[in-house]
């Protein structure tokens, strides 16, 4: 069953750093699928564990669009090693920002260092897409969001806009 991604506002896990995965098991790899479930059923792109509220260093990403075959991505302990200098920009948005998105400026490719789902350490070079996603997604596990990659007017306005809707949506508020 899908799990659903917290909200930005009000929630601070969001901004909390992700502590390492000390152990690759049965229940690790358990929450990954969820994951997995969780991004498809939003749908979206990529999903790090701190959305779902696990303050673990772990996301999934899978770019294949709707009509070709699933290629999922179990991401452990990133880091990157390396950044291009060359830079891109990506329309991105977030399954915790819903229905904001925002062009941003990032490295074009990375070398990525992790472990996938057995455990085993690999090495990935990344560019476009997947250099973008895995980025947003690394900056979730460290605190980060998107939209601290905007202008502070543009981050401002998001802010109050999600701080109204978090108000609206009180408990005890009447309706109607």
Excluded: W
């Amino acid at each position: 069953m899908p799990i659903k991604p917290l909200i930005i506002l009000p929630d601070p896990i969001l901004r909390q750093v992700s502590k390492p995965v000390e152990r690759v098991d049965a229940p690790l790899r358990k929450l990954a699928d969820d994951m997995l479930e969780t991004m498809y059923d939003a749908p979206g792109i990529g999903l790090a564990a701190i959305q779902i509220g696990e303050p673990l260093r772990m996301l999934v990403i899978d770019l294949a669009k709707e009509d070709e075959t699933p290629a999922p991505h179990v991401v452990i302990n990133p880091e990157i090693l390396e950044s291009a200098d060359a830079r891109s920009v990506y329309e991105e948005g977030c399954l915790s920002i819903p229905d904001y998105y925002a062009e941003v400026e990032r490295p074009a490719a990375v070398r990525v260092k992790y472990l996938d789902r057995d455990g085993k350490l690999q090495e990935m070079e990344a560019e476009g897409l997947m250099a973008t996603c895995l980025q947003h997604e690394i900056d979730h596990l460290n605190g980060v969001l998107f939209i601290d990659h905007i202008s502070k007017l543009k981050r401002d306005m998001v802010v109050k806009k999600f701080k109204k809707l978090a108000r609206d949506k009180a408990p005890g508020k009447l309706v109607g």
